[in-house]
Every structure is written in C-alpha cells, then in structure tokens.
C-alpha cells in the first residue's frame, strides 16, 4: 500500500477529521472552563547584602548564594507552614499546602522567591506573603543599634584602607627610595593587611550585615490571569485525540468497504514470498505450450 494510497483514503474522509478537529477544539474549550482557575501569588526575598556592601567580598557572596537554597527549602517545611495555616486560618494539612507551595533560587543567585498556588488570587498572596514573612524569620534578627555601629567602623577602616593603599602607591612611585621609605612601604602593606582582613571578618560576623540576613524585596499582589488551566494545552490535545481517531476510523471504513474477493486477492498477494513469484507468473506459459 503506497503513499499514494494512503492520502486518497485520507482525502476521501476529509470531512470526518475536519469536523473531529472542530469537535475536538469544542470539547477542549469547554473541558478547560470547567476546570477551577489556579493563581499564584510571588514573594521575594533578598539573601545577604552584597548589594548594600560593594566590598563584600567573594567568600561572602559565596555564603549568601548558599544560604539561599538553605532557606528555600525551609519554606516547604512542616513548622512553616503549619504557622502560615494558623496564621491564614486555612483549611488545609501542611502536606496539602507544600503541594501548592514552591520556591526559586536562579543559579548562582541570592534571590529567594516565594511562590503559591490557590483558587483565590487573594489567598495565594497572602500565602506566599506569610510564607516570606515566617522564612524571614529564621534568618538572625537584625540590630539596628549594632547595625549603625558596624556602618561607622566599616567606614573608618574603608577610610583607613583607602590612606593605606594611596600612601603605597606613592611610596612605589619613588624610583630611589631610602632605607627609611622602604621600612615605611613595608609597614603600609602589612597595615593594609591588617585592615583588610580586619573589615572582612567585621562583615561575617556582626548583625545586620552578615551573608545570612534576609530582605524583603517584593510582596505578592493578587493576580488578574491565572496560571491554570493551560487552555490550549487541553484544547489541542483533544483536538488531536479526535483527528487520530477519525482518521483510524477513515481506514476501517475503507477496509470494510472492499469487496470480499478484493480483500481475498490483497491477502493472499501479501502472503506469497518473494522467491515464489516468478513460479506464479511463469507457470501459465508452461501449460499453454503444453497444450499447443
């Protein structure tokens, strides 16, 4: 059976997957409506301060970027969310809200967003909002007092560094140096040692500006277009469901429509070997010389 064929078979059905395609596109709208609307509701959170803190160094941001997945994956933990439901006043276990509560951290990121599934646009930002807010606490309280004296020491050693490091510049500047200046080139690069390594452990450790704070970027706000059901997902699936079908249903047809003595002749062509062909075409002119 060539190509050929199979597109006449096709062609003659045309009418049958057409109204299959229509159908199916029908159905599709109408299964897609029926299904309950899904919103979601996003909340950011901000992991560190290397945007507060230029010179916050690697080891830092590698802390933050760490700590990020930490915290994502204490937001879909069991205390969590079971304060999120107390708060809400939900309805619902906390494995049924993790099912509808997930988390995003990008790759190499300090970024944490918040994500949350409802029926309500409303519930799903405040989920998502009560979520942040109980993962945020986790992270170390944040001392204003303690935070103001950390931003005055940095700024005194940035300043000192700052001295430190131009003071160098000058001193290599001098092409004949004395003994004198070379002694005072040496303790400029041990200071600034010192007060580099200096800021960076006042950075680590002290409240407020540690790789280990959590800031909230962005709350959730009610969403107009919800995420699911996926329309045309569903529309086309079944629409391709209905044209399959009406194309099988295309070839049955045909089959059935064939005489018996056609359908005899196709079958018993199909079965004969290769090899058996020659006999069957050269065997009448055997007999007619016979004959003659």
């Given at each position: 059976m060539n190509?050929?064929?199979h597109?006449?078979?096709?062609?003659?059905?045309?009418?049958?997957?057409?109204?299959a395609?229509?159908?199916?596109?029908?159905?599709?709208?109408?299964?897609?409506?029926?299904?309950?609307?899904v919103y979601?509701?996003?909340a950011?959170?901000?992991?560190?301060?290397?945007?507060n803190?230029?010179?916050?160094?690697?080891n830092?941001?590698?802390?933050?970027?760490?700590?990020?997945?930490?915290?994502a994956?204490?937001a879909?933990?069991?205390?969590?969310?079971?304060?999120?439901?107390?708060?809400?006043g939900?309805?619902?276990?906390p494995?049924?809200?993790?099912?509808?509560?997930?988390t995003?951290v990008?790759?190499?990121?300090t970024?944490?967003?918040?994500?949350?599934?409802?029926t309500?646009?409303?519930?799903?930002a405040?989920?998502?909002?009560?979520?942040?807010?109980?993962?945020q606490?986790?992270?170390?309280a944040?001392?204003?007092?303690?935070?103001?004296a950390?931003q005055?020491?940095?700024?005194?050693?940035?300043?000192?560094i700052?001295?430190?490091?131009?003071?160098?510049v000058?001193?290599l500047?001098?092409?004949?140096?004395?003994?004198?200046?070379?002694?005072?080139l040496?303790?400029?690069e041990?200071?600034?040692a010192s007060?580099?390594?200096?800021?960076?452990?006042?950075?680590?450790t002290?409240?407020?500006?540690?790789?280990?704070?959590?800031?909230?970027?962005?709350?959730?706000?009610?969403?107009?277009?919800?995420?699911?059901?996926?329309?045309?997902?569903?529309?086309?699936?079944i629409?391709?469901m209905?044209?399959?079908?009406?194309v099988?249903?295309?070839?049955v047809?045909?089959?059935?429509?064939?005489?018996?003595?056609?359908?005899?002749?196709?079958?018993?062509d199909?079965?004969?070997?290769?090899?058996?062909?020659?006999?069957?075409?050269?065997?009448?002119?055997?007999?007619?010389?016979?004959?003659?």
């Amino acid at each position: 059976m060539n190509l050929r064929h199979h597109v006449s078979v096709i062609w003659s059905a045309a009418w049958l997957v057409v109204l299959a395609f229509v159908v199916g596109i029908g159905l599709g709208y109408f299964v897609s409506v029926q299904l309950p609307r899904v919103y979601e509701g996003r909340a950011t959170l901000y992991v560190g301060q290397s945007l507060n803190d230029a010179n916050l160094g690697y080891n830092g941001i590698l802390a933050s970027q760490f700590l990020a997945q930490t915290y994502a994956e204490l937001a879909t933990t069991r205390p969590v969310l079971t304060a999120v439901i107390e708060e809400l006043g939900l309805n619902v276990t906390p494995e049924t809200l993790a099912n509808n509560v997930q988390t995003q951290v990008p790759p190499s990121g300090t970024l944490l967003s918040v994500l949350a599934h409802d029926t309500s646009p409303d519930r799903a930002a405040a989920i998502a909002n009560s979520v942040a807010h109980h993962v945020q606490a986790l992270a170390p309280a944040q001392d204003p007092k303690a935070a103001s004296a950390a931003q005055a020491r940095l700024a005194e050693l940035d300043a000192a560094i700052a001295d430190t490091e131009k003071r160098i510049v000058n001193l290599l500047g001098v092409s004949n140096r004395t003994a004198a200046q070379d002694g005072d080139l040496g303790d400029s690069e041990q200071r600034l040692a010192s007060l580099t390594s200096a800021r960076s452990a006042l950075v680590q450790t002290l409240p407020g500006l540690s790789p280990n704070t959590l800031t909230l970027v962005e709350t959730a706000a009610p969403s107009d277009n919800p995420v699911a059901p996926p329309r045309a997902l569903i529309t086309a699936a079944i629409a391709a469901m209905l044209v399959a079908l009406a194309v099988a249903f295309a070839y049955v047809r045909h089959a059935w429509r064939r005489s018996p003595r056609e359908a005899s002749v196709a079958e018993a062509d199909d079965a004969i070997a290769p090899n058996e062909l020659p006999t069957r075409f050269t065997a009448p002119d055997r007999v007619s010389r016979s004959e003659q």
